[in-house]
């Protein structure tokens, strides 16, 4: 009888075992991105964003809808952590792709305000690109996802609209490094989890994957945790949850649900406040796109020279344009004043006051008095010596002066250098750059790069 029940009870466990088997409970899956190079496919992703300022009753609501082709142009090399041309590629795995070609069908964004600033601002504010800055660029380079047009400087808004969205080339990252079995989980990499999340660095990461099910030749991952991080030079604290599909038949992701809650501390550029943020991303196959043939993409650039990085930023009045680096971010305007502040590392560099002055009479322009004057007399500022003063050569028969000084205000010492760009015409402007004396090192020349790119519109 004992033997007897002891039969039945091994008998139990084979079962069981087997039962457990053909549920898929014990089988691992290797769920690994496959791609080759000259693959392409269509991405179309529906963003939706609400945010509030945790100081008043503003409320923004932003919602974007992309439809774009991607075609791998370079992959991970399995032995190597570079490629030879020397792109820094941390946080990609081997195999998967590091540089994409892009083609945007579609990349429509609107905001919509409520509360005060619905009063003083136009309660609703769209964006597109513009037909020429279509044609992309998508790449891991020196760590991060960055996305340039080889036609020409993106503006401030087409970059958001461009490498603002969710970092598409980073998702395969998602998928889990070995085998696994429903139940499973994983930490997500860290470089994953910042693109993804949008921040510019991570201090602590719980996200974890898990295999959720498996039915119908698709694998269920399941992303959920906690991270912190710096977003624009402001902490940030999130909670993400998602739904990552796999298709187990053709070895890739075909759908990512994205959802992000984030509490945000008042930084350089942006106000303490709380956003959610949820995105649906779908991937389709078995198409091409006219504008990513093989003779456009190879004469793409293999990496982003400094000018493919810079962005453009044209006067509300069309009085002048000019080119700067990604580091600066505009946090105010009006018809006759842009302000601009640099961030370098998540720290606060300096800032930039563009003012679009009235037009003199031909041959005319601010005087090197005048401008010594407005140093002199500049509001919660005293003037402790002149660094340097005087024109700066041209080779296009504009007008430039440079005038430095440093000071205090509010017993805080700071350098102020008052530029005025003039042209025949008349039309001028004034930009004055301030920074601290143990910061001028990280400005460096960012400030003239900008002034001598300064050109002007007819009157």
Known sequence: MERHGKWLAAMVIVASSFCRSLCGEDVKYALRERVHVGQQWQVELQTRVEV??????TRTTVTAAHRFWEKALALVEPSANALAEGIKVTGVRP?????????????DWRRELAGPLAVAHPPTETRQLRADRRLALALRWHGETVVFCPNGPYTREELDLTQGHLDTLMVPNLLPENLVAVGDRWPIPIPAVQALCGLDGVTESTVQGQLAAVQNERAIIRLEGQVEGIADGSETKNRVQGTLEYDLTFERW????????????????????????????ERHFGGQAPQLTLAVVQNLPAAPTPPFLLLSYRAAN??????????????AQDERLA???????????????VTFWPDAKPGHHLTPEQIREFAEKAPRFQLEKVVESGELPTPDGRWIYRHTVQGK?????????????ANRDGRQVVLVFTTEPTLADKLGGRDLA???SVSFGPK
């Not at 195999?95 to 990349?107: F, K, M, S, T, V």
Request: aromatic share 10%; net charge positive; with cysteine.
């Open 52 to 57: 509030e300022a945790k100081q008043g009753t």
């Open 95 to 107: 195999g998967l792709p590091i540089r994409l070609a892009r083609y945007y069908e579609q990349a």
């Open 254 to 281: 075909v759908r990512l649900r994205w959802q992000q809650n984030q509490q945000r501390q008042a930084g350089p550029i942006t106000p303490a406040l709380s956003l959610v943020a949820s995105i649906q991303a």
């Open 318 to 331: 069309g009085a002048c344009e000019f080119l700067y680096d990604r580091g600066w971010h505009r946090v």
């Open 339 to 353: 302000i601009f502040r640099l961030l370098d590392g998540g720290e606060l560099v300096a800032q930039m006051n």
């Open 409 to 421: 205000s509010e017993d805080l010492v700071v350098i102020l250098t008052w530029y005025v760009v």
């Open 450 to 452: 900008i002034v001598q």
